[in-house]
């Protein structure tokens, strides 16, 4: 009996000394860091401290967690069907139970809206990537309104997986966006609390922290507020970058103070920093129904120094502005520090910064920690004047390009969803972080960023060349031979020969291209002026036929040629492009005094017939003169140089709604333009000499288009459809007018360099 005591003891001493050693070896074994080449840099360290704190926090739960599946490990490869993409890049945007698809539940109507997600929905339906196809469809977005997921919200949509489930193209969610402000609710604010399962959808959501996101999969977008614009957006508040830097207030904040709960451990302390003099932090405790019941001692004090304060003021007073996370690690304080021009000092420890794939935030924001909070002060006055400098202007530029309307934000969404497509091109930082942006920066038009208008002046790509296109559709009386038979074999209209003959004498024309619009077809080569030898001429058919036939241009759109002017012709080898009218009347010297100024600024518009654009009170709505005054906001493309790249951005970029005006009005592509290139650029365009008239009247004694009043009113009526669509006023005033030196001045004609252009009517 005692030895099978002694025999179980000692298996059973066995057993626990195996338990312990296997056992603690693969607790060990979770805690062992892998050892990377080299030496590890700081930011991984700073990495692996924020996902420490995540993964220990008892609020934040990973995906898989939630959903109970491996979405969490999703990926482009795994949960994305990229054959769907193959061949265009289309977004379809489910109806409502009312339109009675057959892809929406009839059983379960459509719950209402909100207006942000209507304004999100909008966007994307009037956009270049909507499509009503869903077989041609890349992307889906549902028309159930997932923006506010907080049960508690009165936007709160219920029995969302149950509508999901019974969408014949939901497919588990694959290649669907699903955009999201917030999620989970009081007390925990629970992370990936959607209240329905998305799957494998792609979620566009706002407040993600390293935890949940999925890196090259998601996409962190901003919290923005629900009046944020639908487009256009308003403007960032610094017109000018003054030194010094500094501000009245060093560091500024003034929002809610949360008394217990997630997101009042920051909050509770900002007290601490708060000086009265150049750093200004202050909460109050007034929010929330019963505030008053859960107020400390320190709420009285607060909420009277909060008073004492306007948050605007603050705003655009302040050189760095507090970030702190509240409930849920994003803030609306983000977005408006960026307008402000305030530079952002984060304090949200694993947040996902928006658009973080695309955006260098090193340029824009400083980051300090949670953990961390008195070395704050220490922080901001440490950043020297210069680079308060460049993270100021570079706010505005983020805001502008990316934030400042929900469209932009739609839209950064998508084209950074279409670069993680293998055989779509992408851009890199320099598009993403410098003016005027990625989303104007189209990566297929060309491979070497000089060949842009916004580059080429540093990185040398204007070239030295141009390309005339002359818009021309109109023939020559027809001649009387002695018998008083009309000539059968038509000619080119008088102004057209003597306009093609000027241009073909200038030392910088490469090729001359004439898009014939005509009803008749264009008259026969022998007919056509001859040019010099090195200058090519080739005569262009228009589209007029609803059928595209052969030796015709454009086959986008039906109709009129007249929304044709601008299409990228393949013949269009030159930066420049030299717009011309049939009618108009330009020296050889007008045409190279007008190139030399595009050569140094060839992102804009420069020409000489002026246009303005004004404000009508009595109206309400925007006007357009062509009367002489002292500023003008549009130079019409019929006697006017620009870069070739805004012919590929009118194509592939424009809304078709503006498309659809031009086709409808038979008039206006020249404003558009003008709207175009003012909006990418956000600078005005460029008048040269000082030329009044540049058409001549029309053959016959008819009374000129230019002059007609119902001209005018049409041209107007676009003015406003185009402002619309857009969702603000694009163009911009300017009163400068370049002319060449000594022009005009009462010296000898042989001092003179463009000899030619003051002799010609003014």
């Known amino acids: 009996m005692q030895a099978k005591k002694r025999y179980l003891l000692v298996l059973l001493s066995c057993a626990f000394l195996a338990y312990c050693y296997f056992g603690g070896y693969r607790l060990k074994s979770k805690n062992v860091i892998p050892i990377k080449q080299g030496l590890p840099h700081f930011l991984d360290v700073t990495d692996q401290l924020y996902d420490s704190d995540v993964d220990s926090s008892p609020h934040i739960r990973r995906m898989g967690e939630f959903q109970g599946d491996n979405y969490s490990k999703c990926r482009m490869e795994t949960c994305f069907d990229l054959e769907r993409c193959r061949a265009d890049f289309k977004v379809y945007v489910y109806p409502s139970a009312s339109d009675s698809e057959s892809d929406v539940d009839a059983e379960l109507p459509t719950p209402p809206q909100s207006p942000a997600y209507q304004k999100l929905l909008n966007v994307i339906i009037e956009s270049r990537y909507f499509t009503s196809d869903p077989a041609q469809a890349c992307l889906f977005v549902l028309a159930i309104d997932t923006l506010d997921r907080d049960s508690l919200s009165p936007d709160y949509v219920r029995n969302v997986q149950a509508r999901v489930q019974r969408l014949r193209l939901w497919n588990n969610g694959r290649n669907h966006v699903i955009f999201n402000l917030y999620s989970g609710t009081w007390p925990e604010y629970l992370e990936e609390s959607l209240g329905f399962n998305p799957g494998m959808a792609i979620l566009a959501k706002a407040s993600m922290s390293t ?23 308003e403007p960032g ?43 200004v932090l202050v909460t109050t405790c007034r929010h ?41 690690l994003g803030s609306f304080r983000f977005l408006e520090a960026l307008q402000a021009g305030c530079v952002p000092v984060l304090l949200s420890n694993s947040w996902v910064l928006p658009f973080g794939d695309v955006v260098d935030w090193n340029r824009a924001v400083v980051w300090a920690d949670e953990r961390l909070l008195l070395q704050v002060p220490e922080l901001v006055r440490s950043v020297p004047p210069s680079k308060v400098l460049a993270l100021r202007q570079q706010t505005q530029i983020l805001w502008e390009r990316y934030f400042s309307s929900i469209e932009k934000i739609v839209f950064t969404t998508l084209e950074m969803i279409r670069e993680r497509i293998p055989w779509q091109p992408v851009r890199d930082g320099l598009a993403w972080n410098v003016m005027p ?6 990566p297929r038009f060309a491979d070497s960023w000089n060949r842009f208008p916004f580059y080429s002046e540093r990185l040398g790509g204007a070239g030295d060349r141009f390309t005339a296109v002359v818009y021309a559709g109109q023939l020559a009386p027809p001649a009387r031979s002695p018998g008083g ?18 241009v073909g004498r200038s030392q910088f024309v490469s090729r ?20 010099p030898g090195h200058v090519p001429l080739n005569v262009l058919q228009l589209q007029t ?6 030796g015709t241009i454009g086959s986008k759109t039906a109709g009129a040629g007249i929304s044709q002017r601008f299409f990228p012709h393949p013949l269009i080898q030159t930066a420049a492009v030299l717009s011309l009218d049939e009618d108009t009347l330009l020296t050889t010297d007008e045409v190279d005094f007008a190139f030399q100024v595009w050569k140094s600024f060839p992102d804009r518009i420069i020409g000489y017939p002026a246009r303005s654009h004004y404000w009508d009170d009595a109206k309400g709505s925007w006007g357009y003169t062509s009367k002489w005054t002292n500023d003008y906001s549009m130079v019409l493309t019929g006697a006017a140089f620009y870069h070739r790249y805004y012919n590929y951005l009118y194509w592939h970029w424009l809304s078709p709604l503006l498309h659809k005006t031009v086709e409808q009005s038979q008039n206006c592509e020249d404003i558009l333009m003008n709207f175009l290139v003012s909006h990418v650029t956000r600078r005005p365009p460029i008048k040269v000499t000082q030329r009044k008239q540049y058409k001549d009247q029309p053959a016959g004694g008819a009374r000129s288009p230019w002059n007609d009043p119902d001209h005018f009113i049409q041209r107007q009526t676009c003015l406003n459809t185009f402002a619309a669509v857009f969702g603000y006023m694009p163009l911009l005033r300017s009163n400068m007018r370049l002319d060449p030196v000594l022009f005009k001045d009462p010296v000898s004609n042989m001092r003179k360099k463009y000899r030619q252009m003051e002799l010609v009517g003014s």
């Open 485 to 502: 038979l009309p000539q059968p074999v038509p000619t080119p209209a008088p102004a057209l020969t003597r306009l093609l003959r000027n």
């Open 288 to 328: 929330g129904k019963s505030w008053k019941d859960l107020k400390d001692e320190r709420c009285d004090e607060d909420n009277a120094e909060y008073d004492r304060y306007d948050y605007e003021v603050l705003l655009q007073n302040a050189t760095f502005c507090l970030v702190p996370r509240g409930r849920r």
């Open 437 to 442: 942006g990625g989303l104007v920066t189209l």
């Open 211 to 233: 935890a949940s996101f999925r890196p090259g999969f998601d996409i962190s977008i901003p919290l923005f507020h629900k009046n944020h614009p639908e487009k256009g957006g």
């Open 545 to 550: 036929q609803a059928q595209t036939t052969p």
């Open 237 to 279: 508040f610094v017109t000018s970058n003054n030194f010094p830097a500094a501000k009245k207030y060093l560091l500024a904040f003034k929002g809610k103070r949360y008394v217990h709960g997630i997101g009042s451990e920051t909050r509770n302390s900002l007290y601490h920093l708060h000086n009265e003099r150049d750093m």
């Open 512 to 531: 001359v291209v004439v898009l014939w619009s005509g009803d008749r077809p264009p008259p026969p080569r022998s007919r056509w002026p001859a040019l």
